[in-house]
């Protein structure tokens, strides 16, 4: 029971397809109490995801552009639970103006938008629930792949850099209060949130071609694991880094060729038999 007494808060709960959903799911059955956050319209697939989960969980209202929301997330966090242990932001979002039309598509307005929602929302989240962990706690950020400047990932490349220099600021000035922050790179995972890349099934074949220890790309599971074993007291030395939950791909050679394969043709092409192995 990795996670016995602990009450964690989840966001990016859309559906049981999800990595935070993975993540919400390992820590209630590695004994923690978990509650998630959803916003406007889309909380009730945040409500019905929650009924999915082995203990129905509570969902609060939180749109991640609005300060607000976070102001009263942590009164609410504070009247039913006092405090609280540690928190995963699983939360990213870009209009389809900076995902779809390439690296150079997209305003400055979208852009600013899109870094409020996918990366200032981190530092927000841990301003709010810093002063509810008395004790010591733990932030864990959402991440994929960073690399590496994945074709057609684009902004939300440059948003998860944002975020990951954000974490190591967080880790940097919440360290004295025994609060610790790390970044969780996985591999990729078809869900909701990937639709939005229209080259991601093309990712996913490489990961499950090559991946020292395999892959399913339709298995958020083993991140959820990992993002649990972050939340827990056995990190309780680790905070600043990213972890890498991902099969093993990151440590290959092999993704820095990807950087110059502009065309399906030539991404099919590295997924060629070649000798007995693959390129």
């Keep these: 029971m990795l996670l016995e007494g602990k009450?964690?808060?989840?966001?990016?709960?859309?559906?049981?397809?999800?990595?935070?959903?993975?993540?919400?799911?390992e820590a209630q059955r590695a004994g923690a109490e978990v509650v998630l956050t959803g916003y406007g319209r889309f909380r009730r697939m945040t409500?019905?995801?929650?009924?999915?989960?082995?203990?129905?969980a509570e969902v609060l209202e939180l749109d991640a552009s609005r300060d607000d929301d976070f102001i009263r997330l942590g009164e609410e966090v504070e009247s039913r639970f006092g405090t609280i242990d540690g928190a995963l932001h699983a939360i990213a979002w870009a209009p389809p103006g900076l995902l779809r039309h390439g690296f150079f598509a997209g305003d400055r307005e979208e852009a600013v938008r899109s870094f409020e929602v996918s990366a200032y929302s981190y530092k927000r989240l841990a301003e709010t629930l810093a002063p509810l962990m008395p004790g010591g706690g733990s932030l864990v950020a959402l991440t994929f792949a960073p690399q590496i400047a994945w074709p057609g990932y684009d902004w939300m490349g440059v948003l998860k850099a944002a975020l990951e220099a954000i974490n190591r600021y967080l880790a940097s000035h919440l360290g004295r209060a025994r609060i610790r922050a790390n970044v969780l790179a996985s591999g990729p995972i078809r869900s909701v949130a990937s639709e939005v890349f229209g080259r991601f099934d093309i990712l996913c074949d490489a990961w499950e071609a090559q991946a020292p220890l395999g892959w399913?790309?339709?298995?958020?599971?083993?991140?959820?694991?990992?993002?649990?074993?972050?939340?827990?007291?056995w990190a309780d030395s680790m905070t600043g880094g990213i972890v890498h939950a991902d099969g093993g791909y990151h440590a290959l050679a092999r993704p820095a060729d990807w950087n110059f394969a502009t065309s399906e043709g030539q991404l099919e092409s590295l997924l060629t038999p070649a000798g007995g192995g693959w390129r």
Excluded: K, W, Y
Excluded at 47 to 56: E, K, V
């Design 7 to 25: 009450r964690i808060l989840v966001t990016g709960v859309l559906t049981d397809r999800s990595i935070a959903f993975a993540a919400a799911r």
């Design 216 to 233: 399913d790309s339709n298995d958020p599971t083993p991140i959820g694991r990992v993002a649990c074993l972050l939340l827990s007291d």
């Design 47 to 56: 409500a019905r995801a929650a009924r999915q989960l082995p203990d129905a």
